[in-house]
């Protein structure tokens, strides 16, 4: 059974930094592009970052210069480190893994097949 799970989440002043970290289990994703997502309150869930296999990475606009995705094959574990934080980045954020090989640009696109974590709540106050 595959499993993600995300930590790191937590509260924050705006400017400061988190890391979130996801590790999978039940099989390994080092040849899989993994990705963040997020989910602000009353809002649709929306792509972060993405990262292939070999460290190729793709951000949405908000985020680029700020949020950094890394990944480490050897342990199944993607991470998101957060700099800069605003309270727009407030939301659920959630990793996902995809089941079939994808470009980064798709795993913001072709969500369907992702496998997904439960999620771990960032919170940014002004």
């Known amino acids: 059974q595959v499993q993600l799970g995300e930590s790191g989440g937590g509260l924050v002043q705006a400017g400061g930094s988190l890391r979130l970290s996801c590790a999978a289990s039940?099989?390994?994703?080092?040849?899989?592009?993994m990705a963040w997502f997020r989910q602000a309150p009353g809002k649709e869930r929306e792509f972060v970052a993405a990262?292939?296999?070999?460290?190729?990475?793709y951000y949405t606009d908000s985020v680029k210069g700020r949020f950094t995705i890394s990944r480490d094959n050897a342990k199944d574990t993607v991470y998101l480190q957060m700099n800069s934080l605003k309270p727009e980045d407030t939301a659920v954020y959630y990793c996902?893994?995809?089941?079939?090989?994808?470009?980064?640009?798709?795993?913001?696109?072709?969500?369907?097949?992702?496998?997904w974590g439960q999620g771990t709540q960032v919170t940014v106050s002004s």
């Open positions: 996902a893994a995809a089941r079939v090989p994808l470009s980064v640009q798709a795993m913001g696109v072709m969500t369907n097949s992702h496998y």
């Open positions: 039940g099989r390994t994703f080092s040849r899989y592009p």
């Open positions: 990262i292939s296999w070999s460290g190729s990475a």
